[in-house]
Nanobody, 116 residues
């Protein structure tokens, strides 16, 4: 079955960096678009960045210039490099893919906390 496993979260000071990873299994990874989302306490889940199977990337306005999404098809992994982190970036970060055009698969999430 499809499985997505995030890692790399943690506690970081404002202005710091983290790199999140999402390892996929159960799919032909190179054929699927991937996305990163986040959910802060008391808020709705929101899209952060996406990358297509062809490598095209897109970002939410609030992370443009600070975050970079990338993928390594040989490792079945998508990454989110987060720089210049702000306290408002604190959230649980999830990766997601969609199979057969409608079936969504989510990872378990990884906590990112930005605090001094």
């Amino acid at each position: 079955q499809v499985q997505l496993v995030e890692s790399g979260g943690g506690l970081v000071q404002p202005g710091g960096s983290l790199r999140l990873s999402c390892a996929a299994s159960g799919i032909i990874f190179s054929s699927f678009d991937m996305g990163w989302y986040r959910q802060a306490p008391g808020k709705q889940r929101e899209v952060v960045a996406g990358i297509t199977s062809g490598g095209y990337t897109d970002y939410a306005d609030f992370v443009k210039g600070r975050f970079t999404i990338s993928r390594d098809n040989a490792k079945n992994t998508v990454y989110l490099q987060m720089n210049s982190l702000k306290p408002e970036d604190t959230a649980v970060y999830y990766c997601k893919t969609v199979v057969a055009g409608y079936r969504q698969y989510w990872g378990q999430g990884t906590q990112v906390t930005v605090s001094s």
